[in-house]
């Protein structure tokens, strides 16, 4: 089972043609991040901004980089020429804060809000209403350099498939609200990153258009 093209392969049969697969290789080797390359992986999420910034240089410049964990403002600075989608964008200061950096660099970058829809403490994430009062704050229309493409979550780490599922639907909701009410005429939000190794059947089924996999791709951690 350490064929990384052939579970790149066995995954992608899984899932529809719309969803697209984030091969998540945070703590994996170059080594295989090229294996998934040559595959015809582009997409890789990583969460470590060290880890990141190290692999960067080191791999082929046609991989689209996406940030899934989360990322300390001071650290955005590191990231910001190269990164194409943060998706753990978690309060309005990051997002200030990305849109500042991506200034510098005459860059839009592309970001999706977290929402926290688990149950667990240590899940990063805005609440709904977090995130509206900001979307409504006058100060966000001026951010220039950023680009909201939809949302993201994780479900709670748990066996219980009807939480999860319960979780997913919340944070279709979220984003159904979002795109209602704040992005209805901007045809670039329609993201909904959710789905891990372990739940990203049911996220798909709950309307997933982005799977993070990481160990059933390139092993356990
Ligand atoms: C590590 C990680 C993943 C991938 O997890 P797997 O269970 O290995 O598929 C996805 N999303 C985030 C935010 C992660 O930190």
């Known amino acids: 089972m350490n064929n990384i093209a052939e579970n790149i392969q066995s995954i992608?049969?899984?899932?529809?043609?719309?969803?697209?697969?984030?091969?998540v290789s945070k703590l994996k080797p170059c080594s295989d991040i090229m294996e998934a390359y040559n595959a015809g992986q582009?997409?890789?999420?990583?969460?470590?901004?060290?880890?990141?910034?190290?692999?960067y240089p080191q791999l082929p410049k046609d991989i689209q980089w996406h940030f899934i964990g989360h990322l300390q403002r001071n650290k955005v600075k590191y990231i910001i020429d190269f990164v194409s989608c943060i998706q753990g964008i978690d309060n309005e200061n990051?997002?200030?804060?990305?849109?500042?950096?991506?200034?510098?660099?005459?860059?839009?970058?592309?970001?999706?809000?977290?929402?926290?829809?688990?149950?667990?403490?240590?899940?990063?994430?805005?609440t709904f209403e977090e995130a509206q009062q900001m979307l409504?704050?006058?100060?966000?229309?001026?951010?220039?350099?950023?680009?909201?493409?939809?949302?993201?979550?994780?479900?709670?780490?748990?066996?219980?498939?009807?939480k999860?599922?319960?979780?997913?639907?919340?944070?279709?909701?979220?984003?159904?609200?979002?795109?209602?009410?704040?992005?209805?005429d901007k045809n670039y939000f329609k993201e909904i990153?959710?789905?891990?190794?372990?739940?990203f059947a049911i996220a798909q089924q709950e309307g997933s258009t982005m799977v993070r996999i990481g160990s059933a791709i390139f092993g356990k951690r």
């Open 12 to 23: 992608c049969n899984q899932l529809n043609k719309n969803v697209q697969l984030i091969a």
């Open 136 to 162: 409504q704050n006058t100060n966000f229309a001026n951010l220039q350099h950023i680009r909201i493409c939809g949302v993201m979550g994780m479900a709670s780490f748990t066996n219980d498939n009807n």
């Open 164 to 184: 999860i599922t319960q979780e997913f639907k919340q944070l279709k909701i979220y984003f159904d609200s979002l795109k209602q009410n704040y992005f209805a």
């Open 94 to 126: 990051l997002l200030k804060e990305v849109d500042r950096q991506a200034n510098k660099h005459n860059r839009v970058v592309d970001c999706l809000l977290q929402f926290h829809i688990a149950q667990e403490e240590t899940k990063f994430g805005f």
């Open 42 to 55: 582009r997409l890789f999420g990583e969460n470590y901004v060290q880890e990141l910034v190290e692999k």
């Open 193 to 199: 990153s959710m789905g891990m190794t372990n739940d």
